[in-house]
C-alpha cells in the first residue's frame, strides 16, 4: 500500500528527495562531494553525482548547469547541451550557461547560435574585472570572428583526451 509520501511523489508533488526523505543539508552536503570531485578531475564521478541529484531534485538548476559544464569540460557536446538548455530555460539570464552553450554550439558547428549566447553573457557582466568566464566568452567570439572552424573528426578526438580544470575558465 501506498503512503502519501509516496502519492504525492507519484503525483509530482514532492521530489523524490522529500519523497525518500533526504534532508536538505544531506543534499547540499553530496553537491558539495560532486564539485570538489569536479574540481579534482573526477568528471566521471562528479557526472554521476549531479545525475543523481538532478533525480533527487529536478527543479534544482543548478544541478543541470554542474552538469552542462561538465559534459562540456569532458567534450560530451551533445550531452552538455540538453542540460544547458533546461538552465537557460529556468534562468535565460545565467551569464556562465550563456557561454557554457556558446562554446557547447560553437564545437557543433552552430557559429551563429554560439555568438548570439557568447555576446549576450558578456552583456550581462560588466565587472570592470570580468570574471575569467567573460574572458573565455571573448575569446570565442574572437575566434569566431576570426572565421574558427570546427575541426576534423580526428582532431576533435584528440581535443576530447585533454580534459580542461576549473582554473582554466570553466565554472560550475
Known amino acids: ?9 507519484l503525483q509530482g508533488g514532492l521530489s523524490l528527495a522529500a519523497a525518500t526523505g533526504w534532508t536538505p543539508e544531506e543534499v547540499r552536503l553530496v ?17 554521476t553525482i549531479f545525475e543523481g541529484l538532478a533525480a533527487l531534485v529536478p527543479a534544482t ?3 543541470q548547469s554542474a552538469l552542462g559544464a561538465l559534459k562540456l569540460r569532458i567534450k560530451d557536446y551533445t550531452g552538455a547541451l540538453p542540460h544547458l538548455n533546461r538552465v537557460l530555460a529556468a534562468t ?8 557554457n552553450r556558446g562554446e557547447t554550439l560553437l564545437w557543433l558547428g552552430d557559429p ?3 555568438r548570439a549566447d557568447l555576446q549576450r553573457a558578456v552583456a550581462l557582466v560588466t565587472d570592470p574585472e570580468p570574471p575569467p568566464y ?11 570572428d576570426r572565421g574558427w572552424q570546427v575541426p576534423t573528426r580526428a582532431l576533435l578526438e584528440r581535443h ?13
Do not use: C
Not at 567573460?134 to 569566431?144: E, G, M, P, V, Y
Not at 576530447?160 to 560550475?172: V, Y
Open 134 to 144: 567573460i574572458t573565455r566568452a571573448k575569446a570565442l567570439l574572437l575566434a569566431i
Open 1 to 9: 500500500m501506498l503512503t502519501k509520501q509516496d502519492h504525492d511523489w
Open 112 to 114: 551563429a547560435g554560439a
Open 92 to 99: 535565460p539570464d545565467d551569464a556562465v550557461a550563456l557561454v
Open 160 to 172: 576530447r583526451t585533454e580534459h580542461r580544470q576549473l582554473g582554466d575558465g570553466f565554472q560550475l
Open 61 to 63: 538548476v543548478y544541478f
Open 31 to 47: 553537491t558539495d562531494l560532486g564539485y570538489h570531485l569536479a574540481e579534482q578531475g573526477r568528471h566521471a564521478e562528479a557526472i
